[in-house]
């Protein structure tokens, strides 16, 4: 069974800064899908990033962007300029070639100081 | 406009008394699947159904039944609550089960059993 493990409870950084969320995976797959989620308090799950794992090339949205490492099943998200409605749970989901639906992390819970 | 509704959004119900959560997509995806949401546990699947009337277990299925009868809706049915299904039920839906296609969420419902 594939693992997803966010070693990070909880993240705190600054305004305007950059911050990386650490999340790392666990899986015999060679294809197969990964995510990270966004969790504002109204509870919404928002897809922040996508990353197929065939694509070597690191997937970038805005200012976020993962760093994928797939010999060392890593994948973080660089959060870079951070604002207030960043403030969120973040988490981090694989999803395989089965039917069986998305493993998530525990959870990052990031708060922004203004 | 592309939406997964699920029906109650809240509800507090007492030991023992049956309840459904209804789910309805207006996308004619062929995947869907329940999920239900702890602290410090992540999101964890409970069921979910490649079709009409094919649905499976997910990682965490007891105390809770489905069915699918139409494509549109998947409601999720608690015969006899108990105090430990307290938690944030989602909804998701997809195309298919593949993770390349867009899964969308419904907003959640708080179930608290007392």
């Known amino acids: 069974a594939q693992t997803v493990t966010q070693s990070q409870p909880e993240m705190s950084v600054q305004e305007a800064e950059t911050v990386t969320l650490s999340c790392t995976y666990d899986t015999s797959e060679s294809d197969y899908y990964l995510f990270w989620y966004k969790q504002p308090p109204s509870r919404q799950m928002i897809l922040v990033i996508r990353?197929?794992?065939?694509?070597?090339q690191n997937a970038t949205e805005n200012r976020f962007s993962v760093n994928f490492q797939k010999a060392a099943k890593s994948f973080s998200l660089k959060i870079s300029d951070s604002q207030l409605g960043d403030a969120a749970m973040y988490f981090c989901?694989?999803?395989?070639?089965?039917?069986?639906?998305?493993?998530f992390g525990k959870g990052t819970h990031l708060i922004i100081q203004p | 406009e592309a939406q997964v509704t699920q029906n109650p959004r809240y509800l507090i119900t007492v030991t023992g008394k049956k309840l459904t959560v209804t789910c309805s997509q207006n996308?004619?995806?062929?995947?869907m699947s329940w999920y239900r949401q702890d602290p410090g546990l992540g999101l964890r699947q409970i069921y979910y159904s490649m079709n009409v009337e094919v649905t499976d277990k997910g990682d965490v299925p007891e105390g809770y039944k489905v069915s699918r009868k139409e494509k549109r809706n998947f409601p999720l049915i608690l015969e006899s609550p108990s105090p430990n299904q307290t938690s944030l039920y989602f909804c998701?839906?997809?195309?298919?089960?593949?993770?390349?296609?867009?899964?969308?969420f419904g907003e959640g419902s708080w179930l608290t059993v007392v």
């Open positions: 990353q197929e794992a065939y694509k070597q």
């Open positions: 996308m004619n995806h062929e995947y």
């Open positions: 998701a839906s997809s195309l298919t089960g593949h993770f390349g296609n867009t899964i969308y």
């Open positions: 989901a694989y999803g395989g070639g089965g039917a069986d639906g998305l493993t």
